[in-house]
């Protein structure tokens, strides 16, 4: 009698315990309207929240009033975070009433000062709870981290942060539970906040797409520098007129080393282009480059290096990208991103002069005082990989903006601090893009799911970077490769299949076999460490 009473005690323990470990982390909803109640960490309260049932939601920016259809309801609510005395990092994070039990941040591109409420209507169409933030100031002030160190810290790591942890804090008071899983996507400048995300904060994601990160960022702003004193270099100039043949040049020389010629560079690390050919035997044409202008050529290849140690600083642009550097070759005093960062954030001298810039010095200057918060190139990512994160990072070899070879290089650097290819990749891996620009566009075959307009033309593991993040993080399945498509317009509107290709884990790379050009199982992986055991 006494055995089956304890047996029976044991059972009963057993099932409240099952309950508990069921309800825990379990609340009671709260009402849209009063999540204005809510408070978070950095001293985080929320200014308005309100249901949205419309479908439609018009919203300003400090450039544009923008107007988004198509929407599920949802709660949207507006907050603000002032960890500091000069902080303000407004954002906003969408609810919908109709969720799919997640949570996928939005990430924010350049020096930011906009809440990226594009990404935010995507996601929420999709059934994410979402979340994006100006990360503490205004786009239409230019200096604003002149005097404002606060600022500074809070645009380079501390709102994206602060942010997510009130939004994950919303998503538990609105739904009564927490997500069953958080995700993060996002490319660029996005791209470095993932990255510090997973290196300063290994909790907040389960999951990060992460596209042509701007991860180092004090060395790449410093190309930005090299390329502006190059091609203002007397005669150095190269003009727009010239870019195609340069590209052209290129082909020539390196297209069918993929075993079929279609305009593209499979992989530039590989070309053997010798830029010399370009030089003007007679007169100058737009089919040759003056000396000077080859000079210059040739440094914006090489990248930055340090004038003292002739150490290397930052690689280049990538050979066969050349046809989309208008903007590049144009920029002769390094504005926009480079002055954004060594003017604003490190000299906080809007007088700064480019053409002074000592690339060991200054440079050193900006690792110590802006590049130790914002930089995330710690490439001891145990904790990530003990909690289980995974990561699926891009980049598109004709970028223009950020300096496509970087992400090899950092990808081989987290191998070496990891133990090496295969166990690196049970966690992280990398796919370039051949023929993509920057996150998105380009000849290439580049649509996979970016999150940047183009949908692909089926949403699974195999086509979408989202789904196969998600796929890896909740049944184990790593990506082995990807089929990227082209349409017949880089529109978002558009939905003809022009090719396809695949997207192979670095380090190997697409190579045509035979059949259709146009088909991705004309294509398959070769190089070294294969990722054919897609099993996590």
């Known amino acids: 009698m006494k055995l089956a009473c304890s047996v029976a005690l044991v059972a009963v323990l057993a099932a409240a315990t099952a309950h508990a470990k069921a309800e825990e982390g379990?609340?009671?909803?709260?009402?849209?309207?009063?999540?204005?109640?809510?408070?978070?960490?950095?001293?985080?309260?929320?200014?308005?929240?309100?249901?949205?049932?419309?479908?439609?939601?018009?919203?300003?920016?400090?450039?544009?009033?923008?107007?988004f259809n198509n929407l599920p309801a949802f709660?949207?609510?507006?907050?603000?975070?002032?960890?500091?005395?000069?902080?303000?990092i407004n954002f906003e994070t969408w609810l919908p009433t109709t969720w799919n039990g997640k949570f996928l941040s939005n990430g924010e591109g350049g020096y930011v000062g906009a809440i990226g409420y594009a990404g935010m209507a995507s996601y929420l169409q999709r059934g994410y709870a979402t979340v994006s933030t100006d990360t503490g100031h205004v786009s239409t002030d230019t200096w604003w981290a002149v005097g404002h160190r606060e600022r500074a810290i809070d645009y380079l790591y501390r709102a994206k942060h602060l942010t997510t942890?009130?939004?994950k804090g919303m998503i538990h008071a609105f739904y009564g539970n927490p997500a069953k899983y958080n995700y993060f996507q996002s490319c660029s400048n996005g791209g470095r906040q993932g990255w510090l995300e997973i290196q300063r904060y290994p909790d907040d994601f389960d999951g990060l797409v992460l596209g042509a990160p701007w991860n180092f960022q004090s060395h790449s702003n410093a190309g930005f520098v090299w390329d502006a004193q190059a091609l203002?270099?007397?005669?150095?100039?190269?003009?727009?007129?010239?870019?195609?043949?340069?590209?052209?040049?290129?082909?020539?020389a390196c297209d069918g080393n993929d075993g079929l010629i279609d305009g593209i560079v499979t992989d530039p690390a590989t070309c053997g282009?010798?830029?010399?050919?370009?030089?003007?035997?007679?007169?100058?044409?737009?089919?040759?480059?003056?000396?000077?202008?080859?000079?210059?050529?040739?440094?914006?290849?090489?990248?930055?290096?340090?004038p003292v140690t002739g150490e290397k600083i930052f690689p280049g642009f990538a050979v066969g990208s050349e046809r989309q550097w208008t903007g590049l070759v144009q920029n002769l005093s390094a504005t926009g991103l480079g002055t954004g960062y060594f003017a604003n954030l490190t000299f906080e001298d809007p007088g700064w002069d480019y053409s002074t810039f000592n690339f060991h010095s200054d440079l050193a200057f900006g690792d110590f005082k802006v590049g130790t918060l914002g930089n995330a190139i710690d490439a001891d990512l145990t904790a990530a990989r003990k909690r289980g994160v995974k990561i699926i990072q891009y980049h598109g070899w004709e970028d223009q903006t950020l300096q496509p070879a970087y992400s090899p290089e950092w990808f081989e650097t987290v191998a070496n601090a990891m133990g090496g290819l295969k166990k690196t990749q049970k966690f992280y891996r990398l796919f370039m893009i051949p023929g993509m620009r920057h996150c998105s566009g380009g000849p290439g075959a580049w649509v996979v799911g970016q999150g940047t307009g183009q949908v692909p033309p089926v949403r699974d593991a195999l086509h979408d970077l989202q789904i196969a993040v998600e796929n890896w993080v909740?049944?184990?399945?790593?990506?082995?490769?990807?089929?990227?498509?082209?349409?017949?317009?880089?529109?978002?509107?558009?939905?003809?299949?022009?090719?396809?290709?695949?997207?192979?884990?670095?380090?190997?790379?697409?190579?045509?076999?035979?059949?259709?050009?146009?088909?991705?199982?004309?294509?398959?992986?070769?190089?070294?460490?294969?990722?054919?055991d897609d099993r996590d």
């Open 26 to 67: 379990r609340t009671r909803p709260v009402a849209c309207a009063d999540l204005t109640t809510f408070t978070s960490e950095g001293n985080t309260t929320v200014t308005s929240a309100a249901l949205v049932t419309s479908g439609t939601i018009t919203v300003t920016t400090p450039t544009a009033t923008l107007t």
């Open 75 to 88: 709660c949207r609510v507006v907050g603000v975070s002032r960890p500091s005395s000069e902080s303000n």
């Open 165 to 167: 942890v009130a939004a």
């Open 232 to 252: 203002s270099a007397p005669g150095a100039a190269i003009p727009v007129s010239k870019l195609n043949n340069i590209t052209a040049a290129v082909l020539a």
């Open 273 to 306: 282009f010798n830029p010399d050919t370009l030089l003007c035997t007679g007169a100058e044409t737009d089919s040759c480059l003056t000396a000077p202008q080859l000079a210059a050529l040739k440094k914006v290849y090489a990248g930055p290096s340090d």
């Open 474 to 532: 909740e049944h184990g399945k790593a990506p082995s490769r990807f089929i990227a498509t082209k349409y017949t317009t880089d529109d978002v509107t558009a939905t003809t299949v022009q090719f396809q290709r695949p997207l192979c884990p670095h380090p190997q790379v697409a190579h045509y076999v035979a059949g259709d050009p146009n088909s991705a199982e004309s294509f398959s992986c070769v190089g070294p460490g294969g990722a054919d």
